[in-house]
T-cell receptor, first 110, second 114 residues
């Protein structure tokens, strides 16, 4: 069965520091990977997906099939990046619903 | 454009009771999926409805059931509530059937089972 692992429950950095939120997955096929974000008092929303290969709000994520990882990175953290981040996987066959990791809370301190 | 709306926002039930949660999909979306999010966990897929038919289901028992209506709104019903059913229930909508990627979420219904 497919699985998404986010090893860190909490990541605390200072403003201007680099950020890397880790995401590892297990799935034998060719998945699509996503990062969803939930800001305080807002609903869960899509941040980026690997197939679009774009940078959103300064965040990037590269799918590494060899290491089965999809880490989220930003070179210089901003206070407004503080939020809950979820990595999610969609299988290439069968059930196409999203499988989410347990999430990482990012705290950016001033 | 109207986003996904869910009702009620909070509710408390006792073990063994039944509950119905409601969701109005975003304008123009014909696919609705439901997720259960326990405290400290990520959302877990319950099932999905496309054009009024269930077309995907996660590892949830049959006492979790749903409906989708012609206007694409949806209901999640849970019978014989158990304490472990206490969670935030999220509804998400999108266009298309199985090939969904970007989901538009509601704010959720928080269910407490005593």
């Amino acid at each position: 069965a497919q699985r998404v692992t986010q090893p860190e429950k909490l990541l605390s950095v200072f403003k201007g520091a680099p950020v890397e939120l880790k995401c590892n997955y297990s799935y034998s096929g060719s998945p699509e990977l996503f990062w969803y974000v939930q800001y305080s008092r807002q609903r869960l929303q899509l941040l980026l997906r690997h197939i679009s290969r774009e940078s959103i709000k300064g965040f990037t994520a590269d799918l590494n099939k060899g290491e089965t990882s999809f880490h989220l990175k930003k070179p210089f953290a901003q206070e407004e990046d503080s939020a809950m981040y979820y990595c999610a996987l969609k299988m290439d066959t069968g059930r196409r619903a999203l499988t989410f990791g347990s999430g990482t809370r990012l705290q950016v301190q001033p | 454009e109207t986003g996904v709306t869910q009702s009620p926002t909070h509710l408390i039930k006792t073990r063994g009771q039944q509950v119905t949660l409601r969701c109005s999909s975003q304008s123009g979306h014909n696919t609705v999926s439901w997720y259960q999010q326990a405290l400290g966990q990520g959302p877990q897929f319950i099932f999905q409805y496309y054009r009024e038919e269930e077309n995907g289901r996660g590892n949830f028992p049959p006492r979790f059931s749903g409906l989708q209506f012609p206007n694409y709104s949806s209901e999640l019903n849970v019978n014989a509530l158990e304490l472990d059913d206490s969670a935030l229930y999220l509804c998400a909508s999108t266009m298309g059937g199985l090939d969904t990627g970007e989901l538009f979420f509601g704010e959720g219904s928080r269910l407490t089972v005593l």
